[in-house]
């Protein structure tokens, strides 16, 4: 089975352009998490959902970013506009819902915004 | 402070040697992940526990609950094994929290 699916892999866009990315979750997991990484440092959370609803958007910067998982499968992050500090590697993951489930992370789309 | 602190945060070793990397975190959780990032790649699970060890070829993990830490321990380093190491945790909120990672360079 494919693991954890996003795309494009890597984009690079003009700033105040809008952008977005794409995430396949593993089949029948629950819990779809996107998450940015800034060079030389660990993910940060931007979204959770459980199914269709986002249930810790919490650090998502909501002026500029948008995120919808419709049908509780597939999700897709937008930025517009997108400025030079958004620049980052974006990433998906997914579990099933638990406490002690493991997460599948996706191979990340890097955002240059230039 | 970071919820999740991982040390250290850059290290060389030379091919052979065994090699440790450390966790932190501050509060209880409900499981721990190892992970492994190639530049340029995804993050790859190596790893998830809420107590005792686990093995998978050279690769050792240890967590103690009680102290709230946890380690990755390489044996026999190769280069191949050069990558960013990340220590992520769940809280019972299910919230998964990653620490800044080790980046590890082993040189033949």
Redesign the interface.
């Known amino acids: 089975e494919a693991g954890v699916v ?1 795309s494009p892999r890597y984009k690079i866009i003009e700033k105040k352009q809008p952008v977005a990315f794409w995430c396949n979750p593993i089949s029948g997991h629950n ?1 779809l ?1 996107w ?1 940015r990484q800034n060079l ?6 931007l979204i ?1 959902y459980e199914n269709e609803e986002a249930v ?1 958007d919490s650090q998502l910067p909501k002026d500029r970013f948008s995120a919808e998982r419709l049908k509780g499968v597939d999700s897709t992050l937008k930025i517009q506009p997108a400025e030079l500090g958004d620049s980052a590697v974006y ?1 998906c ?1 997914s579990s099933f ?12 789309t ?1 955002l240059t915004v230039v | 402070k970071n919820e999740v602190e991982q040390s250290p945060q850059n290290l060389t070793a030379q091919e052979g040697e065994f090699i440790t990397i450390n966790c932190s975190y501050s509060v209880g959780i409900s499981a721990l992940h190892w992970l492994q990032q190639h530049p340029g790649g995804g993050i790859v699970s190596l790893f998830m526990l809420s107590s005792g060890k686990k093995k998978h070829g050279r690769l050792i993990a240890t967590i103690n609950i009680q102290e709230k830490h946890s380690s990755l321990h390489i044996t026999a380093s190769h280069p191949r094994d050069s990558a960013v190491y990340i220590c992520a945790v769940r809280f019972n909120t299910d919230k998964l929290i990653f620490g800044t990672g080790t980046r590890l360079q082993v040189f033949p």
């Not at chain 1, 030389?40 to 959370?45: I, N, V």
């Not at chain 1, 638990?98 to 191979?107: C, D, H, I, K, S």
């Open positions: 996003q819990t998490y998450y030389g440092q660990g993910p940060e959370l959770r810790d990433l993951a819902t638990g406490a002690n489930t493991e997460a599948f992370f996706g191979q990340g890097r």
